[in-house]
């Protein structure tokens, strides 16, 4: 049975919080976006939705809603799933670019723009370090069950195997 609620708990939850368990696509349990891109998308959201009648606001915020259509479709254990959501990215970055340029427009001060170069650097290494670091290896690890099927097929007696059968 689909549960509505839940999928929007979890699917609102994967963007800066508990993201999607799957090693394939990305690191399991990280968030989609980092906490420094995190807050600019949340800030960008919700300028966005204040500004709704703005054009590219209502296009983008109705096309980040339209891409979380699919998740409300798929049962309650099998998300949050970011490739499941890739549809929404566009927006997604929109919400951050949009976050970022609010943030700028309305302080002048002399060292925002270094703030800002400095997050973003901080962000890009955050990234970085994700990916060598941690991601590498679970990419790795995601196919260890092909040694276990390896394991089980050395067990079974010669005779038993049929001629040429290879994993």
């Known amino acids: 049975m689909f549960s509505c609620s839940e999928n929007a708990q979890k699917t609102a939850l994967m963007f800066n919080f508990k993201g999607d368990l799957n090693g394939r696509h990305n690191f399991p349990g990280k968030p989609s976006f980092n906490p420094i891109l995190g807050t600019f998308f949340v800030i960008g959201l ?8 703005k054009f590219p606001n209502n296009l983008f915020l109705f096309y980040f809603i339209l891409g979380l259509v699919p998740t409300f479709f798929t049962l309650p254990p099998d998300n949050p799933n970011m490739l499941r959501l ?3 990215l566009p927006s997604s970055i929109y919400f951050v670019i949009y976050g970022i340029k609010n943030i ?14 400095g997050l973003i650097i901080m962000s ?6 994700t990916y060598f670091k941690y991601q590498s290896r ?4 995601s ?14 007696p010669k ?6 059968n290879e994993f």
């Open 104 to 117: 700028l427009t309305v302080n002048h001060k002399k060292y925002l723009p270094y703030i800002f170069v």
């Open 159 to 164: 005779r038993c195997l049929v001629s040429k």
């Open 86 to 88: 890739f549809t929404t």
């Open 143 to 156: 196919f260890e069950v092909k040694c276990q099927i390896n394991e089980v097929i050395n067990k079974i």
């Open 124 to 129: 890009s290494i955050l990234e970085l370090r």
């Open 46 to 53: 919700i300028i966005t939705t204040k500004e709704l009648f």
């Open 138 to 141: 679970v990419f790795r690890n």
